[in-house]
């Protein structure tokens, strides 16, 4: 198996069931799917909800196990 991190950072709908540590899967500007991990949040808003993901980083890394 193999981990992938993805530096980002998104602002999207909020979506308030979102924890620290998930994956999430998210389509790029090219139709592929990228799976970031939520690594930070800001959430915010009362009838118009918003979230702010980052995970921060400099490289893509994979791990083989």
Excluded: K, N, W
């Amino acid at each position: 198996a193999s981990i992938r991190f993805t530096p980002m950072e998104l602002v999207c709908r909020g979506l308030p069931f979102l924890e620290a540590g998930d994956c999430i899967a998210v389509e790029a500007d090219d139709g592929t799917m990228v799976p970031p991990y939520v690594l930070e949040r800001s959430f915010s808003g009362i009838q118009h909800l918003t979230d702010r993901i980052t995970a921060d980083g400099i490289t893509i890394v994979e791990v083989e196990e």
